[in-house]
């Protein structure tokens, strides 16, 4: 039986920008949330799903294709607030950052590259750049008094430079999920 590889393609963090991050958890620890280890901290351009071998093999190649056409650029953290906006009860804790025009057509790129090797949902909906900080248990937030809810929305200046697009994998654990590199690409 084959392998199948649960992956996705991301902008992996600086670690003082992960150690930053991750300081919001001693702040919000009255949210009743799980809050995203620091090592799986990372921005996601493209979810692919289950690849086989021969996929995922294809996947890497487009992808350092993809990331030789790209230079490396700036993003700017800008805001940790609940998400998305829309929903109640939210479903994440997450930071989110300023939009990119390079962030924008590096993920269009992907999506071109590896729609034609791999089926898969584009994202219609146009590219919010965020990290997933906690996942809220919403009938435990529902259980709170809405006055006694903690606001969670704060504006922060952490801007990084991003150097390399990564290839990843995901494994379901029962301690909740692993991420591994699979490959980095470096933008020129």
């Not at 929903?87 to 962030?103: H, L, M, Q, T, V």
């Not at 898969?120 to 590219?127: H, N």
């Not at 809220?136 to 801007?159: D, G, H, K």
Request: charged share 25%.
């Amino acid at each position: 039986m084959n392998k199948k590889h649960r992956t996705f393609i991301a902008i992996n963090l600086p670690g003082d920008v992960k150690k930053a991050l991750a300081g919001y958890q001693k702040k919000w620890a009255d949210v009743p949330a799980k809050w995203t280890d620091l090592d799986n901290l990372h921005i996601t351009l493209v979810f692919l799903g289950d690849l086989t071998d021969i996929e995922l093999g294809e996947v890497c190649l487009a992808v350092k294709e993809v990331a030789k056409n790209h230079q490396a650029f700036n993003l700017n953290l800008n805001k940790v607030a609940y998400g998305p906006t829309d929903k109640i009860p939210p479903r994440y804790i997450w930071a989110g950052g300023e939009e990119s025009n390079e962030a924008i057509l590096l993920k269009r790129d992907l999506d071109n590259a590896l729609s034609e090797i791999v089926r898969f949902s584009l994202d219609e909906k146009t590219f919010n750049l965020h990290i997933t900080l906690a996942r809220i248990n919403s009938m435990a937030w529902r259980a709170i008094e809405p006055e006694e809810r903690t606001e969670v929305n704060e504006i922060i200046e952490l801007p990084f430079t991003v150097e390399s697009i990564e290839v990843m994998e995901s494994e379901l654990t029962r301690l909740g999920p692993r991420y591994t590199i699979i490959e980095s690409h470096t933008l020129n």
